[in-house]
Every structure is written in structure tokens, then in C-alpha cells.
Nanobody, 127 residues
Framework: QVQLVESGGGLVQAGDSLRLSCAASGRTFSSCALGWFRQAPGKEREFVAAISRSVSITYYADSVKGRFTISRDNAKNLVYLQMNSLKPEDTAVYYC????????????????????WGQGTQVTVSS
């Protein structure tokens, strides 16, 4: 399995921006479909964004569409989540996820479609 490590979380004010990064180990990163999820206290893990193996397809939760952007750099084994116009309701632990040897043009939006997970990074947005 791919090993994933998130970074870039922190405490920000409403309206600020953050960029999360997720570094992956292994030589199969370019074959992976990737996603970001988040989990707030007392709530279930929810889908945030996904990107296909081909890079050309991205998919977002309605709650973040137009504010968040997912991207990947296969040469560096990195996946990013650029978060703009942050709101207090974006406060959560953010996780990156990967599924190896994914179909070329597929994105996944449910947790059970992913094989590997990072440990998470905390994002806190104050009002």
C-alpha cells in the first residue's frame, strides 16, 4: 500500500487560505486515484475532493466547490488541497486517501473506495 503523510494544517481566521499537502511513498503514486476527506468532532468522515489518475478529472463536495482545489504532482508524489475563503464549518481533521492502480478517468467519493489513508492534519478556522 501507499504510505501517506499530510501536512499544512493549522489555525486560521475565517476568510484565510491554507494549502494542505500529502506526501506519498512508493512507486505506484502515478497509478493512484486520490482524495481528501475531513472529519469534525462527533461527525462522520465526509468527502471533500478527489482527483483522477489522469489528472484531468476532479470532483468536489458541494460545500467546498469554488473554494477548494485539489491537484497532484506525480513527479514529486504529492497531492495538494488549496483551501480559500475558509469558514468555521471547515474546521476538521483532514485526511488524504489513495487507491492504487485505479482506472484512468475515475474519481472516488466514498471512504470505502480507498485503500490507503494518512494520519490526518488538523485545520481550525476561527470566526
Amino acid at each position: 500500500q501507499v504510505q501517506l503523510v499530510e501536512s499544512g494544517g493549522g489555525l486560521v481566521q475565517a476568510g484565510d487560505s491554507l494549502r494542505l499537502s500529502c506526501a506519498a511513498s512508493g512507486r505506484t503514486f502515478s497509478s493512484c486515484a486520490l482524495g481528501w476527506f475531513r472529519q469534525a468532532p462527533g461527525k462522520e468522515r465526509e468527502f471533500v475532493a478527489a482527483i483522477s489518475r489522469s489528472v484531468s478529472i476532479t470532483y468536489y463536495a458541494d460545500s467546498v466547490k469554488g473554494r477548494f482545489t485539489i491537484s497532484r504532482d506525480n513527479a514529486k508524489n504529492l497531492v495538494y488541497l488549496q483551501m480559500n475563503s475558509l469558514k468555521p464549518e471547515d474546521t476538521a481533521v483532514y485526511y488524504c486517501a489513495a487507491t492504487e492502480v485505479a482506472p484512468w478517468l475515475v474519481v472516488y467519493s466514498t471512504p470505502n473506495q480507498y485503500d490507503s489513508w494518512g494520519q490526518g492534519t488538523q485545520v481550525t478556522v476561527s470566526s
